[in-house]
């Protein structure tokens, strides 16, 4: 069974507009490791980032502790 983009929430919302801007943002994981660096793509339970230091990131969002704008 697929699950699908709920494209109405504020969070989806909000990832949408980063991904489009190419804002730079930071996400500390729970593990806290420090990511800097833009948003690519997201799905219902992953995003992708395009990180400062040339890496292409496929991160569960559950392992986020926060994300923020820079």
């Given at each position: 069974m697929?699950?699908?983009l709920q494209s109405g929430l504020p969070?989806?919302?909000q990832f949408q507009s980063l991904i489009?801007?190419?804002q730079q943002i930071?996400?500390?994981l729970v593990t806290n490791d420090v990511i800097t660096g833009t948003l690519r793509w997201q799905d219902p339970q992953c995003f992708c980032v395009d990180s400062n230091e040339g890496q292409t990131l496929v991160l569960w969002q559950q392992t986020v502790a926060y994300?923020?704008?820079l």
């Open positions: 697929a699950v699908e969070s989806v919302h489009r801007e190419k930071e996400i500390k994300l923020k704008l």
